[in-house]
């Protein structure tokens, strides 16, 4: 049985490793840690299993000081993002293998635009989650009060964006004042989405409510911005039942916390703008709201006015008009009275004239012309046969004179 | 008196349209004319007393 001594088994692996892996080659991977000594970076470099978290390779790298300062020219503040535990990366390395420390890669080069692609990917399928899950307009339709004057802000203690918003709050041309309380979280980094989503949660979760939540943060590289597409911190700010408002301060691409927020803007700056402008604007409605009631008042006070003018002159005309009416119709009375008397003094008369004839016809006079005679006794008309008693004298009168007689 | 704005309204247009269809008799003529010179006074005062009222409202 033939045997090797480790060091030789090792030189041998050395060996062919060497003869095998002459070039750097590029590969793709996860890094898992990264711990940084002496302006060294060790990296451990992993691949996870296709859509699960099962770790199916692992391996150790370095990335030494001397290249990682060439690199930070190469990348400039890119560098400090793509070297961040969970990013995916395409590194090129030089597989080195040591008799006494064993394997390792050694990193000569990154490939910044890999990572911005995989970034992409996950950024669009995070969307498309969301999306799905109906959480972008989620927090759109929560009440963002006409003038939002309590403001809680989100944001990173030390951040120039920050100072930006509260001084531009501070110094409005109108003379609005606001309360703004900082809750500090970090804005970058992989602490970043978790320590803004814990903060939102402790807001909305504050007995004494704001009106707002700001999430301030000044300029920053594009991969600085991965923090704000982060998944849970979406769906955090989705669910927020306060307003979220978002300055990330970023000019090219939304992020998605933008997507999902109420209102987003470029800047701290341009929400505190955003903010005095509501207010500015409900303020100018109210001023014409008080001009045109003004203005209507007015209106109606004239025309109450003109109608009551109106009538003060027509009452007076009215009411001449009606004595004037009257007067008329007791003039034409007093014409009509005297004709109206003749006419009854006539019937009167004709009546008179009648009762005469009526008259004349039943006197005795009539009576005696036609033949007949009157009897009287005692100058008491005879009208029955008792009253001739025997002796008793009968005055007969005819027409033309009277015949005395005696009874016998 | 004891009577809105409205109501002195509603009275006078009673008025005058009754002047005017000629069905106020003589004898309630002057007592018509009198309360409706009463309540035109009385909305005119009315009238300049809430304009008073609201006139500072808006302004400033």
Known sequence: MEQHTLYELNEYVRQIIALNLPAPVWVSCEIYQLNLSRGHRYLSLVQKAEGRDDIIAQSDAVLWQGKFRKLERKLSHNLRHLLCEGTAVLLQVRVDFNERYGLKLVVEDIDLTYTMGQLEQQRRATLERLKQEQLLARNRNTLLPLVPQRLAVISSPTAAGLEDFVRQLEQNEYGYRYQVKVFPAAMQGSNAPAEIARQIQHISSLTRSYDAIVIARGGGARLDLAAFDDYELCVTAARCPLPVLTGIGHEIDEVLLDLVAHTALKTPTAVAEFLIDRAARLESQLVEAGHALSRLTQRQFSQQRLQLERWAEVLPLLAARKLQHQAQQIGQLQHMIPPAARQHLRLQQQQLQQFEQILHLLSPEATLKRGYTLTTVNGQPATSAKAAQTGATLTTRFKDGTVKSKVQ | ?60
């Open chain 2, 1 to 60: 008196m004891k009577i809105t704005y409205e109501e002195a309204i509603k009275e006078l247009q009673e008025t005058v349209a009754q002047l005017q269809e000629d069905e106020v008799s003589i004898d309630e003529l002057s007592a018509k004319v009198k309360r409706a010179a009463a309540l035109i006074t009385y909305c005119r005062e009315k009238l300049r007393a809430t304009e008073e009222e609201i006139g500072g409202l808006f302004e400033g």
